[in-house]
């Protein structure tokens, strides 16, 4: 099993950067579709990024050009790089593994890291 432990989030200002980090355990990393999902309040979690196993990336229109995900396999870390931040981006930011296995895939999530853009 997969655990996922994010870190990075806080308070910035409107035009700030946060770089997000989401350690995982285990031995399955290096297979697994990576992504970051964040939910503001009040409304329902979306995903934001993702990376897959074969280093391909995808990203919400809203985080095109600002946001980056990149993945360490080594350091069995993915990681979220947010520059250019407005208030919009505030949520809760979460952590989601997608790993493979014989008879589908299995989702693991993190516990969130809080991020409040605010000036």
């Known amino acids: 099993q997969v655990q996922l432990v994010e870190s990075g989030g806080g308070l910035v200002q409107p035009g700030g950067s946060l770089r997000l980090s989401c350690a995982a355990s285990g031995s399955s990393f290096s297979r697994a579709d990576m992504a970051w999902y964040r939910q503001p309040p009040g409304n329902e979690r979306e995903l934001v990024a993702m990376?897959?196993?074969?280093?391909?990336?995808n990203y919400a229109d809203s985080v095109k050009g600002r946001f980056t995900i990149s993945r360490d396999n080594a350091k069995n870390t993915v990681y979220l790089q947010m520059n250019s931040l407005r208030p919009e981006d505030t949520a809760v930011y979460y952590c989601?593994?997608?790993?493979?296995?014989?008879?589908?895939?299995?989702?693991?999530w993190g516990q969130g890291t809080l991020v409040t853009v605010s000036s």
């Open positions: 989601n593994a997608n790993v493979r296995v014989a008879f589908g895939f299995v989702d693991y």
């Open positions: 990376v897959t196993s074969g280093g391909n990336t």
